[in-house]
Every structure is written in C-alpha cells, then in structure tokens.
C-alpha cells in the first residue's frame, strides 16, 4: 500500500497484485467517495437518465448502472485518460451510456448534441483523484518533482508555472485567498515574486520549498500536519482548470435541465466549492426551483474514513426539483 499524503488527509492508492491487468491496477488508484449516499439520494425516484459530471475512473457510474438496470447514464470528463479508463471499465453497460471529453461548465451544450432535453439527475464529485494526484508529470504534488503543470484537460493552454511567473504580487495573493483561503497569501505571493526575479519557477519542489520559507515552516519537522504549499497547490490547480467558474456555471445550468422532481447532488472537498452550493441550492429553494434535501452536508462514517481517508473532507448537498417549476 502506498499513501500519497495531501489536502486535508491521506489518499491511499495500492497496485494490483496482477501487475499484467492494467485495468484492475488502475481501477484501485482511485476510491469514489459516499456511494451508499449518492446511491440511496439519486436512485430514490427511480431515474430514466443521470448525468455524472465528474466521471473520473467510473466508480460512481458503476456502481448505478450496476443496482439500476434500466438506467441510462451521460459521463463527462475532462481528463482524456480518466474517461478512457472509464470507457473500459463501463463496457458491460455501453448499450446504457454516453461518454463525453468536456468539461461540466458546457452541460448544456453536451446534452443538446444528444438531443437530451430533460434529465432526471446529475452528480458532481468535485476535487480531483488519487491518480491525478500520484502522476508526477502531472504537477499537482509537492511529494515529488515534477512540472508545474497542474492542467486536468491537456488541452488547456495555461500551466500553473505560467500563472506563478507571470501574475502580479498582489494577483497572486488574490487568488491564493479567493481559491484557498492562504491566510498567508501576501507573504507567499511576494516570496514567489522575489525568486522568480533570480529565474523562473517550474517545478513542484521548487515552489513547494519556497512557500515554506515564505510561512517559515519546515515540512521536515511537521510531519504529522497538513504540508504548508498544500493550500498553495489548492489555489494554483483551480485557477489552471477555471473549477469554481465551472461549478457557478453548472449551478446555474442545472434547474433547466433537471426535470420535475429531477435530483442534483454535489460533492465538495473544500469550504469555497461547499459554501458556493449550499447558497445556490438556498437562493433555489426560496425561489421555488429546489427543494433541499439536505439541511446539513452528509459525510462519511467512521467505517468509510478507516478505509478511505479521502473522505474525511468529503460534504455532499442534495437538492430536488420543484414538481411544479
């Protein structure tokens, strides 16, 4: 078993003992969150069609085509290689799914291409998987060196490292606040200025070490807490894939593509993505679009955190849409 610490807890992650099944092996690289929840919120109405936003490996997907046979699915992803995977994993249920390349903010527009105009429920689970996180090529950990990339969808042009070298001082504090909540975000920012005036900042170690000199915190000797870039890391990687932009769109796409007492439920990993859906899902309901169905976050149990410590941070919001709106 290997442990990729990061965020608000550890991502555990383990290689098949069939080295030669890529599928199995990577299948276990990733472990969706609340299914039990997700499952009893979605499935409760009995949906003809459910969207997954955030198809990632397919874990979710599976496991409602598996307990619903009559279901059909609509999976996004902007992670080529994740949907990919999730082709593979999801054949025994291709004649009941439709997967897409594309990024839940154009919701909408996918489903129009599939002549879609109502769904009875969508799914998000936000943040981004155990995979994405071990790919050193990636960029998006600081237990590795790698390229400051940090791009989910290769076919964005903007790299983490183009936004460190080329923001303002004070651009950069904006958005370590405004995606994070770095209450360090000045200090940080004007560190990342000064060393990227001696050369530029390209890699994950790099920019890893010189956020803790900028906090004044030795990793090395806060083992057993939260690494002082993770925040850092957090912002930088929302800003590259524009995902509080993506999840206001879909908030706001969502009341007309739901159908009467259509279902929407969303994972968040971080208070700014929470807060942004429980206003949306409160502006909702008092206009007469949702009901909530969730007037606290569900999270995980103790048995699901022992054997999934990603879930720790996990908050899912439900909603449901007015019969009559």
């Known amino acids: 078993m290997a442990v990729c610490r990061q965020g608000d807890g550890f991502i555990e992650f383990s290689m098949s003992e069939d080295e030669s099944n890529e599928t199995t092996a990577e299948a276990i690289g990733h472990v969706p969150v609340l299914t039990e929840e997700v499952e009893a919120i979605l499935l409760e109405n009995s949906p003809g069609t459910i969207v997954d936003c955030t198809l990632g490996r397919g874990g979710h997907a599976e496991r409602l085509l598996s307990v619903a046979p009559a279901l059909k699915l609509v999976g996004l992803d902007f992670d080529e290689g994740n949907l990919d995977f999730a082709r593979r994993r999801l054949a025994p249920f291709s004649d009941r799914i439709e997967l897409r390349l594309a990024d839940f903010s154009t919701l909408g527009a996918e489903l129009a291409s599939l002549k879609i105009d109502r769904v009875d429920a969508i799914l998000a689970d936000l943040g981004i998987s155990s995979n994405q996180i071990a790919d050193p090529l990636r960029g998006l950990s600081f237990d590795s060196d790698g ?32 995606n994070a909540e770095e209450r360090q975000s000045r ?11 001696q050369g530029r900042i390209n890699s994950t170690m790099l920019l ?42 879909l908030l706001n796409q969502a009341p007309e593509l739901l159908g009467p007492r ?44 022992a054997a999934n410590p990603r879930s720790r941070s996990a908050k899912l919001r439900a909603a449901e849409k007015a019969a009559n709106a």
Do not use: Q
Request: proline share 3%; aromatic share 4%.
């Open 147 to 178: 390229p400051l990339d940090m791009r989910l969808d290769r076919r964005l042009r903007t790299t983490a490292a183009d936004l460190v070298n080329g923001l303002s001082e004070g651009e950069i504090s904006d958005m370590l606040w405004h």
């Open 187 to 197: 200090k940080i920012a004007k560190r990342l200025c000064a060393a990227r005036r």
């Open 208 to 249: 890893a070490r010189l956020v803790s000199a900028a906090v004044g915190v030795n990793p090395e000797s806060h083992r057993n807490k939260i690494h002082p870039a993770t925040r850092t890391f957090m912002a930088l990687r929302m800003a590259v894939n524009t995902e509080l932009e993506s999840l206001k769109s």
């Open 262 to 305: 259509g279902r929407i439920a969303i994972i968040s990993f971080h208070s700014g993505e929470d807060r942004l859906v429980k206003e949306n899902f409160r502006s909702a309901a008092k206009s007469g679009d949702y009901r909530i169905l969730t007037k606290k976050p569900m999270t995980s149990g103790e048995a699901e955190r």
